[in-house]
């Protein structure tokens, strides 16, 4: 089976995100008002073959472990269709 | 003795060749290794030099971590071998786990190529022997992701240790305490975002990277003497 797999890579909560503070500056000037928080991340979308979506997902998972994402700064969430 | 040293060239790096001469210039002998390679040559310091490693497509780092030389790398550290990364050297060296913590990109947003001053936190070091507790060091960086970070608990470590090596004066990038380079915790390996090898001539504007390079070289010759 080919399954997709969606990775969202984002800095951790607590770490500063200056490109999420420079766009939640600008929104105003555009008449965006009350953007409490913007954070940026980046999404990775891999086609992967597998038996299962289980076995997709901790293939991919193992992925981000390994490459996709830096622990040290970074967390990950897969989604598998 | 001549203390040989071993720049790693990735595709995309581009400050090997500045490595190369100012090392000669020190009466070093220097060569120039691929990171295709799965061996090293029989060298007493490994350089991981600046550039953009891969293109720094992912992060910065992440992919050269995985290159073949790598696991020689790693080898040569264990062995109680110098090793230094220099700008994406040490973003590299960080990726690989040889040493704490993560580069993000700069606080402002913007890509910096300037001179700055360095304070040294600790002259107890293979990589600052020659300089003393307190000297400021003026060398120039050139890097948009800088902005060295680790988690509360590992910066304690860091601390108690005295890993971190150079502070910058006037904070940059927003590095975590003006962290400009770090050493692993038996002094073996060190980064710093800061360029030396482009601080060793006057007419260049500074001759403050000398001191590092000749800190690692009496660290080999010393030790050959011994």
Redesign the interface.
Known sequence: MSYVASVNVMLKEGIADPQGLTIQRALPALGFEGVAEVRVGKRIVLKVDASTADEAREQVEQMCQRLLSNPVIESFEVVVQ | MTARIGIVVFPGSNCEQDVFRATRDLGAEPQMVWHGDRELPDVDIVVLPGGFAHGDY??TG??AR?SPIMDAVREHSQQGRLTIGICNGFQVL??AGLLP??L??????KFLCKWVELQVENAETPFTSRAERGQILRIPINHFEGNW???PAELERLRANRQIVLRYVDNPN?SLEAVAGIANDDFTVFGLMPHPERACEALLGSEDGITIFNSMIDHVTSKAAV
């Open positions: 992912l992060r992440a992919l995985f960080c990726e913590g993560a993000r990109k700069n606080a402002g947003l970070y680790c988690e927003g």
